[in-house]
């Protein structure tokens, strides 16, 4: 089954259960079965490797690295619990996906200074919600991919002002596997495996403002050190 096709059949339940925010819960659900077999239908086999555990009454702010736009959907398999994607306004021009994004995440034009705090309100109300928000602390795919970026400072924003703990996530092979550098696109989307690693909650209890740099300094090391740790 091809993955358009996979996002065709489903989309009239889609279309149906985002009419009520009460229903989103169920709308999560669904992208979940999508999500792996777009996957496995493309011939990719995720693998998450946990090293902690999440607490289910547990708000957090979820911070994948982004090496390819296949993070999206790995990062709907790596974690159980409901969450809200925090993603870039173009998303919401993608035929049939576009409509799910907008309706549901949270969409941001980071060149608007207005709507980049319009959607810094909304995350924190989904948080107060005790609903987990996705971001990408890198915020776009570096042409060096697997390599990082720096980090912006909104998901350490949001972590310390709401209080709420950080989980890192490293997707291993997905700029292997979907890659958006110039360099490698000629190889783009084989199959493979797309091995991610769920780390242990880094708690922000106690921190302010003062620790963002801090926070995004051991975040980002300790990714760096992961895909080291993996050979990436």
Same mark, same amino acid.
């Given at each position: 089954?091809h993955?358009?096709?996979?996002?065709?059949?489903?989309?009239?339940?889609?279309?149906?259960l985002?009419?009520?925010k009460e229903?989103?819960?169920?709308?999560?659900?669904l992208?979940?079965?999508c999500?792996?077999?777009?996957?496995?239908?493309?011939?990719?086999?995720?693998?998450? /490797?946990? $090293?902690g555990?999440?607490?289910?009454n547990?708000?957090y702010? =979820?911070c994948?690295? *982004?090496?390819? !736009? &296949?993070?999206?959907?790995?990062?709907?398999?790596?974690?159980?619990?409901?969450?809200?994607?925090?993603?870039?306004?173009?998303?919401?021009?993608?035929?049939?996906?576009?409509? /799910?994004? $907008?309706?549901?995440n949270?969409?941001?034009?980071?060149?608007? =200074?207005?709507?980049? *705090?319009?959607? !810094? &309100?909304?995350a924190?109300?989904?948080i107060?919600?005790?609903?987990?928000v996705?971001?990408?602390?890198?915020?776009?795919?570096?042409?060096?991919?697997p390599r990082?970026?720096?980090f912006k400072?909104?998901?350490?924003?949001?972590?310390?002002?709401?209080?709420?703990?950080?989980?890192?996530?490293?997707? &291993?092979d997905?700029?292997?596997?979907?890659?958006?550098?110039?360099?490698l696109?000629?190889n783009?989307?084989?199959?493979?495996?797309?091995?991610?690693?769920?780390?242990?909650?880094?708690?922000?209890?106690?921190?302010?403002?003062?620790d963002?740099?801090?926070?995004?300094?051991?975040?980002?090391?300790?990714?760096?050190?992961?895909l080291?740790?993996?050979?990436?």
């Amino acid at each position: 089954m091809h993955a358009s096709l996979v996002v065709i059949i489903f989309y009239p339940a889609y279309f149906i259960l985002l009419q009520r925010k009460e229903w989103f819960p169920r709308v999560f659900s669904l992208y979940k079965i999508c999500a792996r077999l777009f996957l496995y239908n493309a011939g990719i086999f995720p693998k998450v /490797f946990r $090293k902690g555990h999440l607490n289910k009454n547990q708000a957090y702010v =979820i911070c994948p690295n *982004h090496c390819s !736009y &296949l993070d999206i959907v790995t990062t709907y398999v790596a974690i159980d619990d409901y969450f809200h994607f925090m993603g870039k306004a173009e998303l919401k021009n993608i035929p049939l996906f576009g409509h /799910f994004f $907008k309706e549901m995440n949270i969409p941001v034009d980071r060149t608007s =200074i207005r709507d980049s *705090h319009r959607a !810094y &309100l909304r995350a924190c109300d989904d948080i107060d919600n005790g609903i987990n928000v996705a971001i990408f602390p890198e915020a776009t795919i570096p042409e060096t991919a697997p390599r990082l970026k720096p980090f912006k400072n909104g998901a350490f924003k949001l972590a310390i002002e709401k209080q709420v703990p950080i989980v890192p996530i490293v997707n &291993l092979d997905n700029w292997k596997i979907m890659p958006d550098s110039i360099l490698l696109r000629m190889n783009a989307g084989h199959p493979g495996r797309a091995r991610m690693v769920v780390h242990e909650p880094i708690e922000t209890k106690g921190m302010t403002e003062a620790d963002i740099e801090p926070l995004k300094k051991r975040l980002h090391f300790l990714i760096e050190n992961t895909l080291n740790e993996y050979g990436v």
